[in-house]
């Protein structure tokens, strides 16, 4: 379906059966609530069968209640306060085991994350990356921490590398000022998404640099702007944002980089390692 949801359900309203109108209702004033519940409670929540909810779903057009809901949380995610996130996520979890809760959460966003992965997306980005005159970074708020990671391990690999992630949006394009046709802009952007990174991508892309975007969903702000869309999934973790998921990819972009200027990359940290030593950067542990 190419509109959104809750459009959708008030649209057909008139031609519901009454089950079907008691769930059109409950989604319409509690999406956030009915995005994570399964057919069967959401059935139990206002009174009808399983079946009732699942038949909802395909009278939606949807292939069955799974789309149904992949389709609300997709909507959402991006749209819930941190208010909201809260109460979502005491609903979701476990309160006798929200360890388990959680890693078991982080273990199937990565198990996604490789189903969906583009291949040659990902080769495609490695090159760019390796052949650019400059390599920036993009990212804010809680992305920001991806984009020191990433930054950190390119730094021992190129000398061109610069992060942009400043709140200032002045600031933010004064970075960027310089940005070109040879160079390579990664942008890192997951929900809520920052207007801000949207911007600058739209910048970059306007002077002619190439964009790799990293980020959750095809159809996020920043992937429109993007040569590149590199889906990694996230996922609400009550006001925290899961970005496991998106970390691991960007360790597979590290080691992938790493291999091609495998060379380079061993000269360096063997010159690193006498530094290291040189000046006792890391405590000798002794067993």
């Known amino acids: 379906m190419t509109q959104d949801i809750l459009t959708a359900i008030q649209s057909g309203m008139s031609g519901f059966s009454k089950g079907q109108r008691l769930i059109a209702g409950f989604i319409i004033n ?3 609530k009915a995005a994570f519940m399964t057919a069967s409670k959401l059935g139990k929540t206002v009174g009808v069968s399983e079946s009732t909810v699942v038949r909802f779903a395909v009278e939606l057009g949807y292939d069955g209640y799974p789309n149904m809901q992949k389709a609300l949380q997709e909507m959402i995610r991006s749209k819930l306060t941190s208010v909201q996130r809260l109460e979502v996520a ?3 979890m476990n309160e006798h085991d929200i360890a388990s809760s959680i890693l078991q959460s982080d273990v199937e966003k990565i198990r996604l994350t490789i189903d969906e992965l583009d291949r040659e997306a990902f080769d495609t980005s490695v090159k760019e990356i390796l052949g650019a005159k400059h390599i920036y970074l993009v990212a804010l708020r809680s992305s920001s921490s991806l984009a020191s990671f990433f930054g950190f391990y390119l730094s021992l690999m190129f000398d061109n590398v610069r992060i942009v992630n400043t709140p200032s949006t002045s600031e933010m394009f004064e970075q ?8 390579v802009v990664v942008a890192i952007s997951f929900p809520r998404y920052s207007s801000k990174t ?5 910048f970059a892309r306007d002077r002619g640099a190439k964009v790799i ?4 969903s ?7 702007f993007a040569e590149k869309v590199l889906i990694a999934k996230s996922d609400m973790l009550s006001f925290v944002d899961s970005l496991v998921a998106p970390l691991s990819l960007i360790n597979a972009l590290i080691v992938a980089i790493g291999r091609e200027k495998y060379g380079e990359v061993t000269e360096t940290f063997s010159e690193l390692e006498r530094i290291w030593e040189e000046y006792g950067v890391y405590e000798k542990v002794h067993k």
Do not use: F, Q, W
């Not at 975007?213 to 959750?216: H, S």
């Not at 095809?218 to 429109?224: C, G, N, Y």
């Open 90 to 92: 005491n609903d979701r």
């Open 198 to 202: 949207a911007k600058a991508v739209m």
């Open 213 to 216: 975007a990293i980020t959750d």
């Open 176 to 183: 960027l000022v310089h940005v070109g046709p040879d160079d």
């Open 30 to 32: 509690n999406y956030d």
């Open 218 to 224: 095809k159809s996020a702000p920043i992937a429109a």
